[in-house]
Every structure is written in structure tokens, then in C-alpha cells.
């Protein structure tokens, strides 16, 4: 498989697993993102020095060869040396890269945008509305000035600015005018030389039965060409200017939906009462960003794509308390330990760790008594904040930061504060393996907190964590209880993404109970990864299928036949042990074990520590034995792998004993 390669916003690239590729510094950046402009064509050595330096070095070939040998170091890894390149290639007087047409984020959105001329509109809205969800900022970002990332730049972003509109059009002929309309305003106001936006907007508008606002758009629109173009408007608005005002039959208003009704106006008076420069607007958009990852599908990578935008604005204003609002504001709930977008997680981390800097020394600096109720707070959101997002990375700071918010959470008596750190506490609760008892604790705190203060999400959360829990413990009958007021919550208050794991959990608790033949329980994992399209959580649904199989399959000794191409994800130093054994490829499987690294901290360590146990022993490798045979000890109670609530290997303790046998 091909890595992948980002320039919907700074230039980056991923490997095959959808883990960032270090690419060092800009001038390694620029180089690749220069190829990538160039499309698969050379790039002769003399164009690129010429592109890349105003003012070159003394050997600029030279320079422009190491960076390219390190570009090709870091997105071929395993390319044996004085082997050709396949991706990054000499060629003639130059070089050019030979990545597949849906390796470029830009090439997938190209093409994503051709492709809906031949959809239905439903199918039109689900497909931009994906391809809209690429975008991490101005295409190639850093380099967007550059005079040979210009053109592609701009006609980039001609092509998002079209794709918005194509998608209106969409949501209009599928009834849903208000929605639309919402999203043109906005659209309209960043960009007020596009006619189209406005005549769209107002089309929107008079769809939901507003035929004054609609002209009054159109009317705001032909004072804002004239005052500051001199020109008249184009013959799309005349025209609809004037349907509108004879009521044209083929405007076909829609019935207008009450609550998009209501949204459209409360956003519309929000925007004319407060200042767009006011930072009321930036603690806001954090709330608006919260509720939109809570909505699952395309709205959790939007949400996480412009939080931290969010964030880095805040920063730049300089004011500490602000941003530590705004940080800790995105309290939204985690059940599961694998990061989405670990980068970005970084980044969020990096930013909570200055901004409790910059709180301490304003706080020192002003007076030198007790630190106010308010900064508490703050202080203690930042740290749950730096918790949640820094979980299953072994960062030291992390089980720290969830002990202090949880200690000044109880302190200042907060309920929503305690929530979000007991949130904390529950990602941080993985430095061993058997702690099963104490996170549905945590669960049982969040579930009791929660409904007495009408925290709903987290009401949510704390029956989840205890469903994790209790399916390790083996007692399926209370965790059934909780997988359905989880599901009767979710339904109440709009929550889709739990229908996911409550989805897996019904094919877990038909695999455990032992009763369903394997073909069945298989069929129901593979639905249960169906709600995992587009649901917005990679981080859950990489390598997820394939691992739950191939825990099936082990725990009845069945034959490990999947296919060469199957996508492991970050679970294949674990899988591939016992896949070469399958193979009857021991000495190759013993390699793989030996390369095998501790499992990562969190809800599958135990099912991983059992993978590795069952290659050891059947390797013979004594010592590998003795040291998953002590990682283990500690979850001898429990059923291996069911603390996710997703998949198991079954006891534990079988497995112990295979190692001490």
C-alpha cells in the first residue's frame, strides 16, 4: 500500500496505517509538496533548485539530494538499500513521485467533486460532505504563496468554494432549505464577490417561505458590487430578483422546517448583535464545536479539524484565561483509549501545558494569595483536558494531570468539572493490566453524578464505562443493563455514535455466551463494523474487524485464513506471530514475536498480552512466556479483551496456565 499524502492544509503524509510520517523540516515539505503540484511529471533538478531557493546554498543539488534521499528514507521504510525507489523517483534530468490518483487528499476531492454530477442528491450530500471533511485549512498551506504552489492553490480553493455550493443545491432539492441556508450564510459572508453564494442564499431563503429576506439579500448583495466594484449584478441575481418578486412557480418554496426555522434566525440575530471580532464569538464556536462531535458521522472529524483552530486563535489573542475556556470548554466525552487524530491530540496537549504556564505566572504576577475559584477551574479543565487527550501514549504527565482535576474537581464541588475529570481518570486507568474493578468504579461515580445533575453525556459515558467493565468481570446480565439505558439515553438526546457500542457489544455478548455457532457470531461482528462507516472514529475502527476475528478464530482453534491484503492496522505486530504460524512458517514467527512490542495501555492490552502468550507457547519461547504470564497475573479473573466491550479471547486465566505449564 501507498502512503498518503495531505495538502488540503499544511503539507503532510501518512503512512499505509494512517499514522503521520515525520517529514522534518519545510524545505523536506516543499520539496514534496512541489512533485505533488507537478502531477506524476519530472520536475528537472534545475526547476526545483530554482523553486525551492531565492537565495540558493553553496551546492544546491547537493542539498536538494539529501532531502530528497530522506524523503525517501522516511515513505519507503522498508525499501531494501541500492534498491530503486517506487514512489519518489529519479527520472531523467529530474524527479517526480509516483503516487496512486487516490493517494493526494487533493486528487480525492478533484475527483469527488467531478463525481456527483452523476448522483442524487442524497448521494451528493453524503459524498461532499466527506470530501468537504478533508479540508485541515488553506490548501498547501505554507507554501500556498510559493509562485509554483500559486495556481493549484487557488484553483483548490475555487473548487471547495463550488463544492459548498453544489452541496446546497443538493440539501435544497431534497427539502431542506433551511439547512442550507444556514450554511450559505456564512459561506456568503466570507466570500462576498461570489454572486453565486449570494443568488444561492437567497434562493435558500425563499425556499423556507422568507421571501423578504430573500430580496433583501439580493438587495445587500447589488449595493455591496456597486459600492465597492461599480458593477451591476450579473443576470443570475437579476433574474431571481425578479421571480422572486412575481413568485415564479418554479422557485417551488418548500415547507419550512421549524427547528432549522429557529436555527437560521437565532444565527442570524447572532450575527448582527455580536462584533465578528467579539471573543464571545471564539467561546461559542467551542460550544458549537462540542454539540457537533457529539453528533457522530462527518460532524466528529469537522469538530476535531476546527477545534484546534479554534485553540491557535485563542493563543494569538494573548489572553490565558480565554484560551484555557476555550480548551477546556471541548469536555466532550471518550470512551474509547486509541486516538483519532493523534497529531492533533499533540498539539492540544502542547497548547493545554503553555496555557497552564501562562496561568500560573498571571496568577503570580497579580497578587500573591490564594488562586481565585475561577482559575481553579480553568486549571483543573486544562488537566483534564492534557488527560483524555494524551491517553494510550504512556505520557507521563497524563495519570498526574487526571489526579489533580479530580482532586480540585472535588474541592470546588463541581459537578460538571468532576465529570470531565472522572472522564480523565478513566483514560489514565490503564498502567496495568486487571483494572477492570476499578474503572466500573468510575463508571458507577460518573452514572450516579451524572443523572443527579442531568449531565446526560456523561450519564451516557458511565453506563459504557460500566458495560466495558462488567463484560471483563463476565457479569453480561448487568452489563446488558447498561448497554440499554445507554441506547435509551442515546435515543432521547440524540447520541447516534453510542448505537456503535452498543452494536458491538450485542455481537460480544453473542461470542462470549458460546451458545451461537461461529458463522453466526461472525456475521455479527461484520455488521457490528458496518456502523463503523462513517461514524468518524478511526481510531476505534482500524484493524478493528480483523482483530475480532481473529480472536474468534483463536479462542476455537480454527485455521487462520485471511487474505494477504488484510488490513491489520495498529493491531499487526500482535496478528502476524500467529498468521506465520498458521502458515507453518515457525522460524519466521518467531522473528515476529521476538519484534513484538509491549501492548499499549488500554482496553485491548489484556486480549493483546494473550495473542503474544498463545504464539509464545506455541514457539516454546520460555521467556516470552514468563513475561506475558506476569502482565497478566493481575486480570486472572477477567475474560480477556471484553473490557473494550467489543471482542474476547476468553479467560484469562487459560492462558496463564499455558504459560506456566
Same mark, same amino acid.
Given at each position: ?59 544546491? %543539488? ?50 469527488? %467533486? ?17 470530501? *468537504? ?236 494569595? #490564594? ?220 522473528? #515476529? ?14 486480549? *493483546? ?16 512466556? #514468563? ?35
Amino acid at each position: 500500500m501507498s502512503p498518503g499524502f495531505g495538502v488540503l492544509g499544511p503539507v503532510t503524509a501518512w503512512d499505509p496505517d494512517g499514522h503521520t510520517i515525520a517529514l522534518k523540516g519545510p524545505r523536506h515539505r516543499s520539496v514534496l509538496a512541489r512533485l505533488i503540484v507537478a502531477r506524476g511529471r519530472v520536475v528537472p533538478v534545475s526547476r526545483l533548485v530554482d523553486d525551492l531557493w531565492t537565495d540558493p546554498p553553496a551546492d544546491p %543539488v547537493g542539498a536538494l539530494r539529501t532531502f530528497v534521499a530522506a524523503l525517501r528514507r522516511a515513505l519507503e521504510p522498508d525499501r531494501q538499500p541500492r534498491t530503486p525507489a517506487r514512489l519518489l523517483v529519479t527520472e531523467g534530468p529530474g524527479y517526480a513521485l509516483r503516487a496512486p490518483a487516490d493517494a493526494v487528499d487533493a486528487w480525492r476531492f478533484e475527483a469527488a %467533486v467531478a463525481d456527483v454530477a452523476a448522483l442524487s442528491p442524497k448521494e451528493t450530500t453524503v459524498r461532499l460532505d466527506e470530501a *468537504l471533511g478533508w479540508w485541515r485549512g488553506p490548501a498547501y498551506a505554507e507554501f500556498a504563496e510559493q509562485p509554483w504552489a500559486r495556481a493549484d492553490s487557488r484553483r483548490l480553493a475555487e473548487l471547495r468554494l463550488h463544492a459548498v455550493e453544489l452541496r446546497a443545491e443538493a440539501l435544497m432539492s431534497l427539502g431542506d432549505a433551511d439547512r442550507a441556508a444556514a450554511d450559505l450564510r456564512a459561506h456568503a459572508a466570507e466570500h462576498p464577490w461570489r454572486e453565486n453564494a449570494w443568488r444561492l442564499l437567497a434562493l435558500a431563503l425563499y425556499r423556507t417561505g422568507r421571501q423578504a429576506d430573500a430580496l433583501e439579500v439580493l438587495r445587500a448583495a447589488r449595493a455591496l458590487l456597486a459600492d465597492q466594484l461599480g458593477i451591476d449584478p450579473g443576470p443570475g441575481l437579476r433574474s431571481l430578483e425578479e421571480d422572486i418578486l412575481r413568485q415564479a412557480g418554479h422557485l417551488a418554496p418548500t415547507p419550512a422546517n421549524p427547528a432549522g426555522r429557529v436555527w437560521e434566525q437565532v444565527a442570524a440575530a447572532y450575527d448582527r448583535a455580536v462584533a465578528p471580532g467579539a471573543r464571545a464569538r471564539l467561546e461559542s464556536t467551542t460550544g458549537l464545536l462540542r454539540n457537533l462531535a457529539l453528533t457522530g458521522g462527518s460532524g466528529l472529524p469537522a469538530a476535531r479539524e476546527h477545534r484546534f483552530a479554534a485553540v491557535a486563535a485563542a493563543e494569538e489573542l494573548g489572553d490565558p484565561e480565554l484560551t484555557a475556556r476555550v480548551i477546556g470548554a471541548y469536555d466532550v466525552p471518550a470512551i474509547w483509549t486509541r486516538l483519532d487524530d493523534p497529531e492533533q491530540a499533540a498539539r492540544v496537549v502542547a497548547a493545554a501545558e503553555r496555557t497552564l504556564t501562562a496561568l500560573a505566572c498571571a496568577e503570580s504576577a497579580s497578587s500573591p494569595g #490564594a488562586t481565585p475559584v475561577a482559575h481553579e477551574a480553568d486549571t483543573a479543565r486544562l488537566l483534564a483536558t492534557i488527560a483524555v487527550e494524551s491517553r494510550g501514549t504512556r505520557l507521563a504527565r497524563g495519570p498526574q494531570a487526571a489526579r489533580r482535576a479530580e482532586e480540585i474537581a472535588r474541592r470546588l464541588d463541581d459537578p460538571a468539572l468532576l465529570a470531565f475529570a472522572l472522564n480523565a481518570a478513566f483514560m489514565q486507568c490503564f498502567e496495568r493490566t486487571g483494572l477492570a474493578p476499578r474503572r466500573d468504579e468510575i463508571g458507577a461515580e460518573l452514572v450516579a453524578l451524572s443523572a443527579r445533575h442531568g449531565l446526560s453525556t456523561f450519564e451516557i459515558l458511565g453506563h459504557l464505562v460500566r458495560l466495558q467493565a462488567r463484560s471483563a468481570l463476565g457479569d453480561f446480565a448487568t452489563a446488558d443493563h447498561h448497554a440499554a439505558a445507554a441506547d435509551a439515553l442515546a435515543a432521547r438526546h440524540e447520541r447516534p455514535l453510542v448505537g456503535v457500542f452498543t452494536g458491538w457489544y450485542a455481537a460480544l455478548r453473542r461470542d462470549a455466551t458460546g451458545r451461537a455457532p461461529v458463522a453466526e457470531v461472525e456475521a455479527a461482528y461484520r455488521d457490528a463494523a458496518a456502523l463503523l462507516n462513517g461514524a468518524g472514529m478511526p481510531g476505534l475502527a482500524h484493524g478493528l474487524l480483523p482483530l475480532a476475528l481473529l480472536c474468534l478464530r483463536v479462542r476455537h482453534d480454527l485455521p487462520l485464513d485471511f487474505d494477504d491484503d488484510t488490513d491489520w492496522g495498529p493491531y499487526a505486530p500482535w496478528a502476524h506471530p500467529l498468521l506465520l504460524l498458521g502458515q507453518g512458517r515457525r522460524a519466521e514467527a518467531a522473528d #515476529a514475536l521476538h519484534a513484538t512490542p509491549e501492548p499499549p495501555r488500554d482496553l485491548l492490552q489484556e486480549a *493483546l498480552w494473550c495473542l503474544t502468550a498463545r504464539a509464545a507457547v506455541a514457539l516454546g519461547d520460555r521467556r516470552i512466556m #514468563a513475561r506475558s504470564h506476569a502482565a497478566l497475573v493481575p486480570a486472572a479473573h477477567e475474560l480477556a479483551g471484553a473490557g473494550s466491550g467489543l471482542l474476547t479471547l476468553g479467560p484469562v486465566a487459560g492462558y496463564l496456565e499455558r504459560c506456566s505449564g
